[in-house]
């Protein structure tokens, strides 16, 4: 992708489009390397391991003992349900990094009563892919793509003991090694970490964190909890009158339906819902701008990210940086006359 890529309306999403943003961060003008990533904005994965979910597999430990007897008695119902509501992306791990994506949501989990110390990730039920196994897809995809670089949020961490924590975070050490960014950079810039050789920030939301010097805190979320796009615009609109956070922070972009939403509407899924809702997110997305200020925006995640030009959406609001960036110096011009 050319640095004016910025400069150019996203209007139609094709194949060749998607080719573009797969290096969108090393094509960015030189005036926002020194940005913080945290003012950039940035395309994000909710629950980016959910394409994987294996529709065989147990319920997660969390769920209530009324709906593992509900699955129980009536499996050929509701395990089809789980999954159409469970399944959040349909791209892979590493279609979604070459889409655009560099924040991803990763739920973690170890299955009951499996004596091994492999992990899995979570939505409801657990997935065929294991974390180990995806987290080196992702180091493979960072080797040819070094000036990218990608925030992993782990969590939930559903049946991990503490000796299970340790192997992961070894296992996250040795997989990433020196591509880690270290908690300790404070003002974390693209031209600063390309200079470091950092790829990955590594958000760990459990206390076994505090040990670590490689692993930064959970991330703030904001989630709606809404099945529909005015819900959800709502919510986030309140949350941006009371002020973003300070450091790295996601807005979600992605719907929920509770379980009388989708037993009312047996013949949709998540996907059906994201993508009939997308219409009124969009205008909304289109409308926001990255940056410090307490209105401003960071990390954007949403739902189904290939079937909708979500990344390049999100991308290109970071022009609107550049152009801050031109306001401010004519206004500083201004004074100096």
């Known amino acids: 992708m050319k640095n004016s890529a910025l400069s150019t309306e996203v209007t139609m999403y094709s194949d060749e489009d998607q080719q573009n943003y797969e290096d969108w961060m090393a094509s960015l003008p030189e005036e926002l390397w020194d ?26 430990r969390s769920e209530s003992d009324t709906f593992r007897l509900l699955d129980g008695i009536f499996y050929c119902l509701t395990r089809p349900a789980i999954y159409r509501w469970s399944t959040t ?11 655009g994506i560099r924040y991803f949501d990763l739920r973690i989990a170890h299955k009951p009563y499996d004596p091994s110390n492999e992990l899995y990730f979570t ?29 992993l949020a782990c969590s939930h961490f559903e049946g991990l003991t503490e000796k299970l924590h340790e192997h992961l975070i070894f296992s996250l050490k040795k997989i990433f090694g020196s591509k880690l960014c270290p908690h300790k950079e404070t003002v974390v810039t693209l031209r600063g970490l390309w200079a470091l050789g950092y790829q990955v920030l590594l958000s760990y939301d459990d206390q076994s964190a505090a040990r670590h010097q490689v692993l930064w805190p959970g991330i703030p979320y904001w989630w709606a909890n809404q099945n529909t796009a005015s819900g959800v615009v709502s919510y986030l609109d309140w949350q941006k009158d009371m002020g973003r956070p300070d450091g790295f922070f996601v807005s979600g972009l992605n ?11 047996p013949h949709q899924s998540l996907q059906t819902l994201t993508l009939a809702n997308w219409k009124e997110l969009r205008p909304w997305l289109e409308e926001q701008v990255p940056g410090p200020h307490s209105n401003n925006l960071n990390i954007i995640a949403g739902d189904f990210i290939g079937p909708v030009p ?10 609107k940086l550049l152009r801050q960036q031109k306001m401010d110096q004519r ?3 201004a004074e100096e006359d």
């Open 35 to 60: 940005v913080p990533l945290s003012s950039l904005a940035i395309p994000g994965s909710h629950d980016a391991m959910s394409y994987s979910l294996d529709i065989n597999s147990p319920l997660i």
């Open 89 to 99: 992306q349909e791209k892979g791990i590493v279609e979604q990094l070459s889409e």
């Open 123 to 151: 939505h409801v039920i657990y997935t065929h892919l294991t974390v180990v196994e995806t987290l080196w897809a992702i180091a493979s995809w960072l080797e040819s793509h070094s000036k990218e670089v990608v925030i």
């Open 255 to 265: 719907l929920t339906a509770d379980r009388s939403y989708i037993a009312l509407h």
């Open 310 to 319: 979500f990344c390049p959406l999100v991308i290109n609001l970071n022009r």
């Open 331 to 333: 206004t500083l011009k």
